[in-house]
């Protein structure tokens, strides 16, 4: 029943693809300050990815979440994304999504995968559920860039089912952000670098 998989409550229902119904949806959470939409590191993401994937169309979906310095508020970015998927999954049973986030997004995509985005340090950030199993089985492949939950020992490639062997974790070198490094400007630079061509090809590998 179609009942069974409902949105969040008190939260707003994300209207569903338009039809006719996408092949792949691409949710993905822009980075911190960015202004509302994929962000450039999902459109760099997204532009080598439909390239790669011949015929089929792809749509996007900007994660609705402030973005900002209240790194907390990842949280909502999370109930978000789960409620677009839930309510274009009943729309569209057929659309395969396909997870991404950069930086603050990033983190968000670590909640839906049931991974803490800080290793359980900071108060209840990583405090959103996961992606329902009625929804979970649907998601082909994620990637994330610049994530900090790397940094803690927690990348999206070592999730466990239902998305074991669907993640892909990218980290520039010399990024502090996911890993030891000190070069700050190593975190601002993902969409001009080859990662996002390496993340589509490993997307394009699981549609």
């Known amino acids: 029943m ?24 691409v949710v993905f959470a822009r980075g911190t300050s960015e202004p509302p939409g994929i962000g450039r590191v999902g459109q760099a993401l997204t532009d080598t990815l439909q390239s790669q994937l011949g015929g089929r169309n792809i749509a996007t979906y900007g994660v609705n979440y402030p973005a900002t310095y209240d790194f907390r508020a990842a949280a909502v ?8 998927i839930l309510a274009t999954a009943v729309a569209c049973p ?12 990033a983190a968000v995509v670590d909640m839906l995968l049931g991974i803490p985005p800080l290793g359980n340090k900071v108060g209840d950030i990583g405090s959103a559920p996961p992606l329902p199993s009625s929804v979970a089985s649907k ?21 466990g089912a239902p998305f074991a062997g669907k993640g892909i974790d990218l980290c520039n070198y010399g990024d502090p952000i996911c890993s030891p490094g000190r070069n700050p400007f190593a975190h601002t630079d993902y969409e001009s670098s080859p990662l996002p061509g390496q ?6 590998g699981l549609l």
């Open 2 to 25: 179609f009942a069974a998989i409902a949105p969040l409550a008190g939260c707003p229902v994300p209207s569903a693809a338009a039809a006719p119904c996408p092949d792949v949806d």
């Open 77 to 84: 970015g999370a109930t978000d994304a789960t409620n677009h």
């Open 94 to 105: 057929s659309t395969r999504f396909v997870l991404g986030g950069y930086s603050q997004g």
């Open 139 to 159: 998601v082909a492949a994620a990637a994330v860039f610049g994530n900090p939950a790397t940094k803690f020992g927690n990348p999206i490639s070592v999730a």
């Open 199 to 204: 993340a589509a090809g490993f997307i394009a």
